[in-house]
């Protein structure tokens, strides 16, 4: 199973940057695909995840109506598209796949240890 996040770079405050995740290597069905932000200072930090089976989609608080998570099945993508980026959004982002719970989608997809399969991570950059 393998997760690729892409798309990184740098770029300025209030810019824009659509980060993708290539999903390959077994059925997703029944799973989720979150996205994640790391920094040499914080944990993962959870930004969003997408069920791959339905149109379920949760946010963090603090990226919530800036930040829109899509996929595309046909094409085993998933997309993170970022605007109004601050220098706060700087960070590794990571995309990661996890089995969903029997509580539903939204129980597990902001615990990091829950999900089963991660990728390689992408930097972002904001200046001001």
């Known amino acids: 199973v393998q997760l690729q996040a892409s798309g990184g770079g740098s770029v300025q405050a209030g810019d824009s940057l659509t980060l993708s995740c290539a999903v390959s290597?077994?059925?997703?069905?029944?799973?989720?695909v979150g996205w994640f932000r790391q920094t040499p200072e914080m944990a993962r930090d959870f930004v969003g995840a997408?069920?791959?089976?339905?149109?379920?989609?949760v946010y963090a608080d603090s990226v919530e109506g800036r930040f829109t998570i899509s996929k595309n099945n046909a094409k085993n993508m998933v997309y993170l598209q970022m605007t109004s980026l601050k220098p706060e959004d700087t960070a590794v982002y990571l995309c990661a796949a996890q089995r969903i719970v029997a509580g539903g989608f939204r129980t597990g997809a902001g615990i990091p240890g829950w999900y089963d399969y991660w990728g390689q991570g992408t930097l972002v950059t904001v200046s001001s």
């Open positions: 997408i069920a791959w089976s339905g149109e379920d989609v």
């Open positions: 290597g077994r059925s997703f069905s029944g799973y989720l």
